[in-house]
C-alpha cells in the first residue's frame, strides 16, 4: 500500500485527522444527469467510536448504520442527529436493511465477532427484526 494509495482511500471513505483524534464521516454523492457524480459532501460526522460497516436509507432522507465497533445500529440523519440506537449487546453490527412489504422492518445482521479468522468456518451470524417509523427508501 503506497501513502497516495491510502490517502486515496481515506478520502473516499470520509476520514480525516484534526488535532490527533480521527473523525469518520459519511459521504453523499449527486448523480448528474450524464451519471458521473458530483464532487462528495459529508453527510454527517459519526461519533467517537462508531464505524460504519454497512448502511440503508429510510424515507426521511436518515441513514440506518451498523456500527461493528459499537455493537449497535443507528438511525444518523443528514448533519449527524441519532435518533434512534439499537443495541446489539456484545455482537458487532455488520448490515442492515428496510424491507417487509411496507419497508418499516428493519433487517439487522450481527455476527460473534469482528475477526474474519476466528468466524471462518463458523455458522454465528444472525438477523434480527424490527419495526421502524419511517420506510424505506431508494433501492435496497
Known sequence: VTPEALRQFAYNIGITKYNALTDVSVLEFAIRPD????????F????????????CLDAGEALWIASPTTC??????????????????TRPAIACVLG??????????TAATMSLHA???TRDSRIGRLRVDVP?????
Open 119 to 121: 468466524a471462518s468456518g
Open 100 to 109: 417487509g412489504e411496507d419497508r418499516r422492518t428493519l433487517f439487522g445482521i
Open 72 to 89: 449497535e445500529f443507528l438511525r444518523v440523519c443528514r448533519g449527524g442527529a441519532i435518533t434512534a440506537r439499537v443495541p446489539t449487546g
Open 44 to 55: 454527517a460526522r459519526l461519533p467517537a467510536g462508531v464505524a460504519c460497516d454497512g448502511l
Open 136 to 140: 424505506g427508501a431508494g433501492i435496497p
Open 35 to 42: 451519471g458521473s457524480l458530483a464532487a462528495a459532501e459529508v
